[in-house]
C-alpha cells in the first residue's frame, strides 16, 4: 500500500495509518507527480485538507516541473484553491513555495496569468522583497508578469510600494511600457506614460514603444503614444523603418494613423523658417518613401522631396 493507492481510494483512515507508519506524504509516483495530484483527480476535498495538515506539501515540484498548486490553477479548481487559502499555515514556509513550472512561472506568475485577485490578495504577503527578481522563461519577473497580463490594479499597487521596479526589464531589454505597448495593453500604456516612462527608450533589439506598438497593430496604444508627442521617424529590429514595418505586415489602420499624424506634424511647421524641424522628416520620406504622389501633395511636400 502507497500514499498514491490510498489517495485512489480517498480513504481518510488508510492516509492516516500510512502516515503514522513514517511515510513520506509526498513521495512520487512514476508518473513523477505527488499523492495530493491524485487526491485532487479524485476530488475528495477532505482527504486534501487533512493531508496538507499532516504534511503534504502543494508546492512540492514534479519529476517534470509544476506542483500540485499549478494544477489548481490550471484546471480553476476553486474549492480546492479555497482550501489552500484556508490552511495556508501549513505551506506557507515551504523550501518549495517558489518552484517552478515548465514555463519557468512560479504559483504567483501564474496567479497574475489566470486573474485571480482573491487568491492574489490572499497571498500576496508570503512575497519577500528578493522574490520580486525572480524570472520566468521570457525573463519577466513577477512585476513584468502582472504587465503582461494587463492587470493595472496589481501594476498600481505594487509600484506604490516598490518604485525600484520601475527599472526591471525582460530577457530582451523590454521595460513595462514596452511589454504593455506591443500587447495593445492601452490602459496599462496610458497609466505608465502618465508615471513618467520615457516614451522613446528602446529594448536590446532597438525597438520603442510605438513601434512594437504598430509591429502588433496596436491602434489603441499608437494613438496614445502619438498623442503623447511618440517619435514618427522610428527605426526597429534590423534598422527597419516603423512605415516599411506596417507596410510589410498589411497593417492598413496603423499606417493611416500614422499619415494622419505626420499631416498634423507637418502642418505645425514653417517650412520657410523652420528647417530644423523640416529636414528630419524630408530626410525620413526621401528614404523610405512611405507616401503615394497625391499624399505628398496633401501634405504640401511637392517643392521638397
Same mark, same amino acid.
Given at each position: 500500500m502507497s500514499f498514491i493507492e490510498i489517495a485512489k481510494s480517498g480513504n481518510l483512515k488508510e492516509w492516516e495509518d500510512h502516515l503514522t507508519k513514517g511515510n513520506d506524504p509526498n513521495e512520487l509516483d512514476q508518473y513523477g507527480t505527488t499523492p495530493l495530484t491524485w487526491v485532487?483527480? =479524485?476530488?475528495?476535498?477532505? &482527504?486534501?485538507?487533512?493531508?496538507?495538515?499532516?504534511?503534504?506539501?502543494?508546492?512540492?515540484? %514534479?519529476?517534470?516541473?509544476?506542483? $500540485?498548486?499549478?494544477?489548481? &490553477?490550471?484546471?480553476?479548481?476553486?474549492?480546492? &484553491?479555497?482550501?489552500? $487559502?484556508?490552511?495556508?499555515?501549513?505551506?506557507?514556509?515551504?523550501? %518549495?513555495l517558489l518552484s517552478k513550472n515548465k514555463?519557468?512561472?512560479?504559483?504567483?506568475?501564474?496567479i497574475l496569468n489566470y486573474s485571480d485577485e482573491d487568491l492574489w490578495s490572499n497571498l500576496k504577503d508570503l512575497i519577500q522583497r528578493e522574490d520580486w527578481e525572480i524570472r520566468n522563461e521570457?525573463?519577466?519577473t513577477?512585476?513584468?508578469?502582472?504587465?503582461?497580463?494587463?492587470?493595472?490594479?496589481?501594476?498600481?499597487?505594487?509600484?506604490?510600494?516598490?518604485?525600484?521596479?520601475? +527599472?526591471?526589464?525582460?530577457?530582451d531589454g523590454k521595460n513595462a511600457l514596452h511589454i504593455a505597448a506591443e500587447r495593445n495593453l492601452s490602459e496599462d500604456v496610458e497609466y505608465l506614460l502618465g508615471i513618467g516612462f520615457a516614451i522613446?527608450? +528602446?529594448?536590446?533589439?532597438?525597438?520603442?514603444?510605438?513601434?512594437?506598438?504598430?509591429?502588433?497593430?496596436?491602434?489603441?496604444?499608437?494613438?496614445?503614444?502619438?498623442?503623447?508627442?511618440?517619435?514618427?521617424?522610428v527605426y526597429g529590429e534590423n534598422g527597419e523603418s516603423i512605415t516599411r514595418m506596417i507596410d510589410r505586415e498589411k497593417?492598413?489602420?496603423? =499606417? +493611416?494613423l500614422w499619415k494622419k499624424e505626420l499631416y498634423r506634424r507637418l502642418k505645425e511647421i514653417d517650412f520657410?523658417?523652420?528647417?530644423?524641424?523640416?529636414?528630419?522628416? &524630408?530626410?525620413?520620406?526621401?528614404?523610405?518613401?512611405?507616401?503615394?504622389?497625391a499624399e505628398i501633395a496633401q501634405a504640401k511636400l511637392l517643392d521638397y522631396i
Open positions: 485532487v483527480k =479524485m476530488d475528495s476535498l477532505e &482527504l486534501f485538507g487533512y493531508a496538507i495538515e499532516h504534511g503534504s506539501d502543494p508546492c512540492f515540484p %514534479y519529476r517534470t516541473r509544476g506542483s $500540485v498548486f499549478f494544477d489548481l &490553477l490550471s484546471q480553476n479548481k476553486s474549492s480546492f &484553491l479555497e482550501k489552500l $487559502v484556508i490552511l495556508k499555515s501549513y505551506w506557507k514556509n515551504s523550501q %518549495y514555463e519557468g512561472n512560479t504559483i504567483f506568475h501564474e521570457e525573463g519577466r513577477i512585476f513584468l508578469e502582472a504587465v503582461a497580463t494587463g492587470n493595472i490594479a496589481f501594476i498600481s499597487e505594487t509600484l506604490d510600494k516598490h518604485p525600484e521596479l520601475l +527599472k526591471q526589464k525582460d530577457k522613446e527608450e +528602446k529594448d536590446d533589439l532597438g525597438n520603442t514603444a510605438l513601434f512594437l506598438a504598430a509591429s502588433g497593430d496596436g491602434v489603441e496604444s499608437i494613438e496614445i503614444l502619438l498623442s503623447a508627442g511618440a517619435d514618427l521617424l497593417f492598413s489602420f496603423s =499606417m +493611416k520657410e523658417n523652420e528647417k530644423e524641424k523640416l529636414n528630419p522628416y &524630408l530626410t525620413y520620406l526621401r528614404k523610405e518613401k512611405p507616401l503615394l504622389t
